[in-house]
């Protein structure tokens, strides 16, 4: 190890950068041992055909990352070595380390290599449930892939939408029965991106039986997707014309997914799914219209005097009163991001597992608070009537 001045090592590192040398690094021992911010690791990326830095920041708990062209890149780099005390780079053509000292003092160090073959990625390569550019026959004839598995550029985010949709039910599988076929019920299906995906999924991909019914009001899309399922030899896909409240084919079911389905059509159909017993729920709500009109709270009235909070106010609250009602008739309830199908900023995702579990009167309690704050009636509240046993005050204001 040699000592090196710290302005000959900033103007090393900006070399490094400049001349596009770098393979990998990890900048690490921070100065000050309360830091939540253990190490940095940069590698090069290509960001819209330009080089760039990757900072991966990682903390105690999360991880974030940051993109920098090399101009900004050497200066978080001349930052980074205000914090931290070491730092170990493979170069194309070398490696080298360094450490400094409370008074930034180098400790210098580079070696010859033999040469490194660098692979710049287009930023981080999102890994797929459906893997990119193999082709999917659902997705093909759906018009989201082409012929040899690619992707169309203008299906690309439905393709991404797919994906994150089977991300959620990759998560769920545990909670599905495995010793006889499954069923799933998809109300409001529409063009059935989705319905489809979890057939192959489940079917095609994992092995499961499963018997899944996609249910719309629109025949002429029905009778469409029907053909597509029997040209797939996907047997136990079938669709049906139909409404969620009047479906009566069932008495129990083990998934129900709705999507978009608009204002209560929501709340029947997590009705329904709670009165068969459904053990996983997937909801996106969409115009949630019941409790804007109902809102009364005058404690509130600095946010709902203006008509676009009110209405984004009143989804969140809807969802959150969804949450918790599920929770006490046995579910977990969770409220999650979803990438919204119709590229509107609905995008909430209840996704709901049956547990079994008992609310506490505290819970109850709260949420009887939280109602009479609103001045809330809930439709799936007057649902789940039968089911619900509030042992909180009734009184609670």
């Known amino acids: 190890m040699n000592e090196l001045d710290y302005t000959q090592l900033v103007a090393r590192l900006k070399e490094v950068v ?12 921070p100065r000050q041992k309360s830091s939540d911010l253990r190490r940095v690791k940069l590698k ?20 974030k990352h940051k993109n920098l062209p090399a101009d900004e890149a050497v200066a978080e ?20 380390q360094f450490q400094l000292s409370k008074k930034f003092k180098v400790v210098f160090k580079e070696r010859q290599t033999a040469a490194k073959q660098v692979k710049l990625t287009h930023n981080r390569e999102k890994q797929y449930v459906l893997p990119l550019d193999e082709p999917v026959p659902f997705l093909i004839r759906l018009g ?3 012929e040899d598995g690619k992707v169309k550029r203008q299906k690309y985010d439905k393709f991404k939408q797919i994906n994150r949709f089977l991300e959620f039910i990759e998560d769920s599988i545990k909670h599905l029965p495995t010793d006889r076929t499954i069923r799933i019920l998809d109300f409001g ?30 025949k002429e899309v029905i009778e469409e997707c029907a053909g597509i399922a029997r040209d797939l030899g996907y047997e136990r896909l079938e669709f049906l014309v139909g409404d969620i409240n009047e479906y009566e084919g069932e008495s129990a079911v083990d998934m129900v997914v709705t999507l978009h389905a608009c204002d209560v059509a929501t ?5 329904r799914a709670v009165r068969w ?4 729920i997937l909801s996106v709500p969409c115009c949630q219209k019941e409790l804007n009109r109902q809102l009364d709270a005058s404690a509130l009235d600095v946010m709902l005097q203006h008509g676009l909070i009110k209405e984004r ?18 579910y977990e309830a969770q409220l999650l991001e979803f990438i919204d199908m119709e590229h509107t900023p609905k995008n909430i995702l209840i996704r709901a597992f049956l547990t079994n579990r008992e609310a506490s009167i505290e819970e109850r309690d709260r949420y009887l608070a939280f109602k009479a704050l609103l001045g809330a009636d809930p439709f799936l509240e007057r649902e789940l009537s039968d089911r619900l046993v509030f042992n909180a005050r009734e009184d609670v204001k």
């Open 44 to 63: 090069p990326v290509l960001l819209k055909e330009a080089y760039h830095i990757q900072f991966e920041y990682q903390y105690e708990r999360v991880m």
């Open 189 to 218: 299906s529409g063009k059935s991106y989705l319905t489809f995906a979890l057939y192959h999924f489940l079917h095609e991909m994992k092995g499961y039986d499963v018997h899944i019914t996609g249910l719309d009001l629109k």
């Open 144 to 146: 989201v892939q082409s």
């Open 277 to 280: 017993g459904a053990k996983v």
């Open 18 to 29: 400049d001349n596009e040398q770098l393979v990998t690094a990890t900048i690490s021992q």
């Open 313 to 330: 106010f009143a989804s969140l609250a809807t969802d959150s009163i969804r949450a918790e009602l599920l929770g006490f008739v046995g």
């Open 77 to 96: 780099l001349e930052s980074l070595l205000e914090t931290f005390r070491q730092g170990q780079f493979q170069l194309k053509l070398s490696d080298l």
């Open 267 to 271: 709340d029947m159909a997590l009705a």
